[in-house]
């Protein structure tokens, strides 16, 4: 079940916040049977954005780096999880090798590293991790800037076998999204490797993503009998661009054009007063690296020279090439002044816990991934972890139930993406 957690709302239930709160066993049961026939990832964080009148997804990260950012009161729902999903790729798993991202000056994700290695040894794993980075030649002791430490050690290859010294582990879990491309010690394992090395950036695509999302939402808004769009955001892609070199200009304004003109439409027909946007964004890749909100497709034919570089660029230094066209989803959220929106995370099946993302420079209509964003973690709305089976009519809702449902559908999404990528 989702946690009944606070959320930056107020006032009466939305309309699309009402309808999913009412349709809990059905949602439930459906969630089940969706599970009987795909395999959840690993884990997964889903940025979500409400703009009151619609709910949805704008990312999904299948090796989501935040979960020093959760309520440390969501530990025991991490830790149960994990051992379901650990125990699931090896039922007789005491090891597990973490290999993280080569960001040794990151103190945040660091913190992140070190609370992943908590949440493990909790659910019964012996834990090491293991480095990447070529600098790493002897067992390294980091310490954290909240006073914890994380021992980095150098991997050791052996035949099919990944370890650490004096160490091998069955599971191998990854927190390496891979954007630069799956390190020859990765490849060919005969470990099983957590989450599989196809959903790394360097393989999966927003726009895939999106589409298996598109096909999930469908379904799922027959089951509620709503409009897909309330849950849904449209969007194109433009492949083969050149933003230092002016190429595919044409394609992008086209294809903003296009997607305004749609969301237009639905915002007449649901009376919506404000105006409408996209989000421009790589195709692959993290950490808020070239994205930028468009709303007229003009604005994609003028960009200036730091504007060029900016989009031309994202993690790893990896040239742009494939180009997102989303609709823009406002987020009418804020906490003490500031725009915020929220994400969920999951281990598993299951909704562990989740975060409002909050930039105080940033608008509604603008991606909050950037520099100058703090993260505020949610609390439980009740003491209690567990639901009330004998609910009084004036107990208080679970506003982040919605959160949680439209996040496991961008879950069940990514589960068809994989298994699609996979099979191919």
């Known amino acids: 079940m989702v946690p009944h957690l606070t959320t930056a709302l ?10 999913i709160l009412i349709a809990q066993p059905i949602i439930e049961h459906w969630f089940r049977t969706q599970w009987q026939g795909h395999t959840p990832p690993f884990y997964s964080s889903v940025d979500l954005r409400n703009g009151g009148f619609k709910l949805a997804p704008v990312d999904t990260n299948l ?4 979960f020093n950012n959760l309520n440390p009161d969501f530990l025991p729902l991490c830790v149960l999880a994990m051992q379901s999903a650990v ?24 913190q992140n590293v070190a609370q992943l290695v908590t949440i493990l040894k909790q ?5 090491r991790v293991g480095s990447l980075l070529p600098e790493i030649t002897r067992p390294t002791t980091l310490t954290l800037a909240n006073g914890s430490a994380l021992m980095l050690e150098p991997l050791v290859r052996r035949g099919n076998r990944l370890s650490v010294e004096n160490f091998d582990p069955c599971v191998i879990v990854l927190n390496n999204d891979l954007s630069a491309g799956v390190p020859e010690i990765l490849k060919n394992l005969e470990q099983s490797v957590l989450p599989p090395l196809e959903a790394g950036w360097h393989a999966r695509r927003k726009s895939k993503h999106f589409a298996a999302y598109h096909q999930v939402a469908r379904q799922f808004s027959e089951l509620l009998g709503i409009d897909p769009w309330l849950i849904d955001p449209y969007f194109a892609v433009c492949n ?18 296009t997607v305004l003109q749609q969301v237009r439409a639905k915002y007449a027909e649901y009376g919506v007063k404000h105006a409408p946007f996209v989000i421009v964004k790589a195709d692959a890749g993290t950490y808020g690296m070239g994205i930028m909100t468009v709303k007229d497709a003009s604005e994609v034919r003028d960009l200036n020279r730091k504007q060029r570089n900016k989009m031309a660029v994202v993690k790893e230094g990896l040239q742009v090439s494939d180009v997102l066209v989303q609709e823009g989803v406002y987020t009418f959220e804020d906490l003490d002044g500031a725009v915020a929106e929220p994400v969920v995370y999951m281990i598993d099946r299951h909704v562990v816990g989740g975060f409002y993302r909050v930039h105080t420079e940033r608008g ?23 639901p009330n089976p004998a609910r009084e009519p004036d107990d208080m809702p679970n506003r982040f139930y919605a959160y949680g449902v439209v996040a496991r559908l961008a879950m069940l999404a990514a589960s068809l993406e994989l298994e699609e990528m996979i099979v191919a």
């Open 10 to 19: 107020k006032g009466p239930l939305l309309d699309l916040e009402r309808r």
């Open 63 to 66: 090796f989501p780096g935040g």
């Open 87 to 110: 125990e699931k790729a090896c039922p007789e798993a005491r090891g597990v090798l973490l290999i993280p991202e080569n960001h040794t000056r990151n103190q945040f994700y660091l």
């Open 123 to 127: 659910a019964g794993m012996y834990v």
């Open 240 to 257: 083969q661009i050149n933003f230092q070199e002016k190429v595919g200009e044409e394609c992008l304004a086209a294809q903003v054009d």
């Open 364 to 386: 509604v209509d603008e991606n909050l991934n950037a520099p100058g964003m703090r993260f505020e973690p949610l609390a439980f709305e009740q003491c209690c972890t567990l």
